[in-house]
């Protein structure tokens, strides 16, 4: 009975320590970014491409800066109703920190039986995949295959 109480009371004593070493290791990894922001950030840049096209003849943004330049001219609630809150951000992914490529100068055809062309997408990705946004609003993960026949060169 005496070990059974001695074991018990060591595995109590124990116990912290395995906790807190737990939550060291839980710390100590890198931050992962959440799967809603790089989605949300390229369905606003993908909606504000199609609302821009929509108010300019079927045209497709000349630059990116004539397209920043249309969507900070937007009202406000325009904006906060896609979530942005900062128009530099919603250009870059927060996956691959680098800049999103968005399609500029691009004759616009109707979506076809392969889906709506592609407007935005991320230049590296994450793990072998991609974000891809089309001109629809639609964003899709992608591997590299698919976006090998989404984006050709």
Known sequence: MAAAVRCCSWS?????????????????????VP?????AHLKALAVLYGRYVGSHRGQSPPSEAEFKKYIRALPPGELSSLKVTDVDSIFTSPRDNQPYTVKYKLPLPPPGPDGAPVVAYEQTGSGGERYVANSLGDVQLVDAAKFEQMVPK
């Open 12 to 32: 109590l004593l124990l116990l912290p320590a395995v906790f807190f070493c737990l939550a060291l290791t839980g710390c100590s990894q890198p931050a992962e």
């Open 35 to 39: 799967q809603e922001e790089p989605v």
